[in-house]
């Protein structure tokens, strides 16, 4: 969790992710990736941190992503 605090408050990744910037360079079809996966929960959860409404978010939906058979 301590590396997620630290990225989300590195500002020009959290706007970077935030703008939708990153979906112009996102890769879905490298066979050796998640599939931009990793980016989507990750946009998300930055979304969720930066936009306001909440006090607290459990970042469930980005833990739970692994790379299984």
Not at 26 to 55: H, Q, T
Request: net charge positive; with cysteine; proline share 6%.
């Amino acid at each position: 969790m301590k590396l997620l605090q630290c990225l989300s408050n590195v500002p020009a990744l959290t706007e970077y992710m935030v703008d939708d910037r990153w979906k112009l360079e996102l890769n879905v079809d490298n066979p050796l990736g998640m599939r931009g996966e990793v980016a989507i929960s990750y946009a998300e959860l930055i979304k969720i941190l930066w936009c306001g409404k909440f006090s607290y978010t459990i970042p469930r939906n980005f833990k739970v992503l692994h790379r299984g058979p």
